[in-house]
């Protein structure tokens, strides 16, 4: 099974998730904001995450969202940190969903800022899918 983990994170909360998930699948978790993010072999599973800022996506991820091949990737599966609400775990599906990639229903999301106290959570979320 091929699996991917993006994510993008500006206090390092969803990265703490993002690497959980990503040690959890055998793989390194990337930043959409750094080389090597694109998708370019067929994906089973892509695991993307981001949070809220200013009740919308951050711009590296709305760009990463535009730019990937959704004919690369069989299925996603979302998770967010915030503080704020779980809106951007709808703004992220949104932006997958428009580019034709089938998204579970079901998401990982941390209220508040403290990610480290559920990476057992996050473990656990990630082998479901695994």
Not at 39 to 59: M, N, R, S, V, W
Not at 97 to 112: R, T, W
Request: glycine share 8%; net charge positive.
């Amino acid at each position: 099974m091929n699996v991917a983990v993006r994510y993008y994170s500006r206090s390092g909360n969803t990265k703490t998730i993002a690497d959980t998930i990503a040690t959890t699948s055998g793989v390194d978790a990337v930043s959409v904001d750094k080389a090597g993010a694109a998708i370019t072999e067929d994906t089973d599973i892509l695991f993307i995450g981001g949070a809220l800022y200013a009740y919308g996506l951050d711009k590296n991820m709305k760009n990463y969202l535009a730019s990937i091949d959704g004919s690369k990737v069989k299925k996603a599966v979302v998770f967010s940190t915030s503080s704020i609400s779980k809106h951007s775990v709808d703004l992220l599906k949104k932006g997958l969903a428009a580019k034709g990639i089938p998204v579970e229903d079901d998401f990982f999301y941390v209220k508040g800022k403290d990610a480290a106290a559920s990476v057992s959570s996050a473990t656990a979320f990630a082998k479901k899918y695994l």
